[in-house]
């Protein structure tokens, strides 16, 4: 039985390029909770920003392909993405300060 497109995880996203002090924490949110989905978002020391979302692999594809296509190439020069089993479950989507 294959279930592998409805199982949930947790996905971890570092962002590259230009994308702090453009909105993209504000965008994030707003395609995350357009896609029903659960997690953080927030800005990291070094210039990149972490995204930590949950749910089905395609749905969070989905919303890093959705922030690609919105921002564009000459903003998100790379997103590197990881996908872990859930530990603790979120209960919305937060942009962290």
Known sequence: MEH???EIYEMRAIVKGNVQG?????????HALGLGLKGTVRNLSDG????YAQGSKQTLENLINRLKEEMGSNQIEEATLQYFPIEQPHE????LY
Not at 22 to 30: E, I, N, S
Not at 48 to 51: H, K, Y
Not at 92 to 95: E, T
């Open 48 to 51: 990149t920003v972490e995204i």
């Open 92 to 95: 919305d989507f937060r942009i």
């Open 4 to 6: 592998s497109s409805q």
């Open 22 to 30: 453009v909105g993209f924490r504000a965008l994030t949110r707003y």
